[in-house]
Nanobody, 123 residues
Framework: VQLQASGGGLVQAGGSLRLSCAVS????????MAWFRQAPGKEREFVSG????????YYADSVKGRFTISRDNTKKMVYLQMSSLKPEDTAVYYC?????????????????WGKGTLVTVSS
């Protein structure tokens, strides 16, 4: 299973970016998906998760109301729309997939990871 994240870049504070993650797996619809991020000098952290059918979405408190996760099972894609970006959102963003059901999206339960895409927010 391959996950390929894209869409990162440099943006000014208050701006927007949309990250995309393409998944090679044909059974994509059976995977719950999530975004994590790792800021310089910090541990990787959960950002947002979405269940297999998009029935439920989850967000870290730090991004709630600013970020929106979505997925398109026909295209095998997951997205993270980021708005009102802040300098503290600067990080490498990773998409990840898990087979297990449920709303638990800790790093330890994710089965596959993509290479990250760098988001830099300037003040």
């Amino acid at each position: 299973v391959q996950l390929q994240a894209s869409g990162g870049g440099l943006v000014q504070a208050g701006g927007s970016l949309r990250l995309s993650c393409a998944v090679s797996e044909d059974t994509f619809s059976s995977w719950a998906m999530a975004w994590f991020r790792q800021a310089p000098g910090k541990e990787r952290e959960f950002v947002s998760g979405i269940t297999r059918s998009s029935a439920a979405t989850y967000y870290a408190d730090s991004v709630k109301g600013r970020f929106t996760i979505s997925r398109d099972n026909t295209k095998k894609m997951v997205y993270l729309q980021m708005s009102s970006l802040k300098p503290e959102d600067t990080a490498v963003y990773y998409c990840a997939a898990k087979r297990a059901a449920g709303n638990y999206f800790a790093e330890t339960v994710m089965n596959y990871w993509g290479k990250g895409t760098l988001v830099t927010v300037s003040s």
